[in-house]
């Protein structure tokens, strides 16, 4: 059964970087059928896609982050993380890793979410 | 960017009520249309996936409908468990935008 795990720091300075592991067990990272995103979710909101990352270390960037984001995977630590730069409250948030299938595009297995507050 | 928009955003239905949610795309992204549903405190689940294919495990009461632009989440009978937020997502390309989301809640 492959299971995802987001860990990292759950209160973060405004201004300072955000910075989240996800890893994934039950399956290699490696696997080149899938892709691994990075989603959140404000409080009583809806779901944002951040971005994801193939193995191969090509990365896709949602434009309204693009600027703040990146992506990375370590195959070796079967992990891949996420950094956001420059955070303000506006980014504080669940954030949710899951994986993506290759073809169809299907979120089929997502990590339990972690809260990160921005706040001095 | 393509714009992902469900209605309606909220809903109140009875167990047993047939229910619908619709998700507009602002463009045609074909058959590339994921459906997931979500629980408070809880990360979202996979129902359907390529519009209209459903997640192994999934009950078959939930169905999946549409290409292009025009997509439906259909739930035959509601069960108690099925009260939960509904959000669709486009997985053609990048940005992999959600919906706004559908709650729906016991009438």
């Known amino acids: 059964q492959v299971q995802l795990q987001e860990s990292g720091p759950g209160l973060v300075k405004p201004s300072q970087t955000l910075s989240l592991t996800c890893t994934v067990s039950g399956d290699s990272i490696s696997s080149g059928s899938y892709y691994w995103n990075w989603i959140r979710q404000p409080a009583g909101k809806g779901l944002e896609w951040i971005g994801r990352i193939y193995t191969s270390g090509s990365t896709n960037y949602n434009p309204s982050l693009r600027s703040r984001v990146t992506i990375s995977v370590d195959t070796s630590k079967n992990q891949f993380s996420l950094k956001l730069s420059s955070v303000t409250a506006a980014d504080t948030a669940v954030y949710y890793c899951a994986r993506g299938v290759f073809g169809s595009g299907k979120g089929d297995y997502w990590g339990q979410g972690t809260l990160v507050t921005v706040s001095s | 960017d393509i714009q992902m928009t469900q209605s309606p955003s909220s809903l109140s239905a009875s167990v047993g009520d047939r229910v619908t949610i619709t998700c507009r795309a602002s463009q045609s992204i074909s058959s590339y249309l994921n459906w997931y549903q979500q629980k408070p405190g809880k990360a979202p689940i996979l129902l359907i996936f390529g519009a209209s294919s459903l997640q192994s495990g999934v009950p078959s009461r939930f169905s999946g409908s549409g290409s292009g632009t025009d997509f439906t989440l259909t739930i035959s009978s509601l069960q108690p468990e099925d009260f939960a937020t509904y959000y669709c997502?486009?997985?053609?390309?990048?940005?992999?935008?959600f919906g706004g989301g559908t709650k729906v809640e016991i009438k």
């Open positions: 997502q486009r997985s053609d390309n990048p940005p992999l935008t």
